[in-house]
Nanobody, 123 residues
Framework: QVQLVESGGGLVQAGGSLRLVCADSGRTFRNYAMGWFRQARGKEREFVAT????????DYGDSVKGRFTISRDAAKNTVYLQMGSLKPEDTAVYYCGLSLRGGGTYYPDYSYWGQGTQVSVSA
């Protein structure tokens, strides 16, 4: 059973950094591509980053390229999102998702989601 749990969100000043963690207590996601999406209040869910099941391939949304890095640790059953040079427009609830379809940049590409973690960036 897939159970994704995000953590690491919080309040940070513009220019700061945060690292988000997605853990799978069901110990299944090592075999699947994973992704991070975010949803700001009143907006649609937005693609942030995705990583292949073996970690060799990554892709990023245009708004976060060069500032965010996605990675995974198979031994720890975790996926990370290192966020740097944060901006107020990065404020959103961040969700990790598991894809049964090899990943992608659209949220329908992902079948399982965590509950989300709030990231707030002050000016």
């Amino acid at each position: 059973q897939v159970q994704l749990v995000e953590s690491g969100g919080g309040l940070v000043q513009a220019g700061g950094s945060l690292r988000l963690v997605c853990a799978d207590s069901g110990r299944t996601f090592r075999n699947y591509a994973m992704g991070w999406f975010r949803q700001a209040r009143g907006k649609e869910r937005e693609f942030v980053a995705t990583i292949s099941k073996n970690g060799d391939n990554t892709d990023y949304g245009d708004s976060v390229k060069g500032r965010f890095t996605i990675s995974r640790d198979a031994a720890k059953n975790t996926v990370y999102l290192q966020m740097g040079s944060l901006k107020p427009e990065d404020t959103a609830v961040y969700y990790c998702g598991l894809s049964l379809r090899g990943g992608g940049t659209y949220y329908p590409d992902y079948s399982y989601w965590g509950q989300g973690t709030q990231v707030s960036v002050s000016a």
